[in-house]
């Protein structure tokens, strides 16, 4: 997750606490880096943003 490094073809990340805080911003700079991202988290409706909406949750 560095600055100069991006995602190895074809990666996934499961990124659970998603919603909010530190989970959340995990998987922004994982998204940034080419990852794949699965986020999961409670409730439901706070992990739904422009940038989250259209992605997998668990």
């Known amino acids: ?3 100069n490094k991006s995602a190895p ?5 499961l990124v659970t606490g998603s919603t ?3 989970g959340r911003e995990t ?6 880096d080419g ?3 699965v986020v999961c988290g409670r409730p439901p409706a706070a992990g739904q943003s ?3 909406s ?5």
């Open 1 to 3: 997750m560095s600055a």
């Open 9 to 13: 073809p074809n990666s996934w990340a």
């Open 20 to 22: 909010s805080g530190i």
């Open 27 to 32: 998987a922004l700079k994982l998204a940034e």
């Open 35 to 37: 990852y794949s991202i």
């Open 50 to 52: 422009p940038s989250t």
């Open 54 to 58: 259209k992605r997998p949750t668990c």
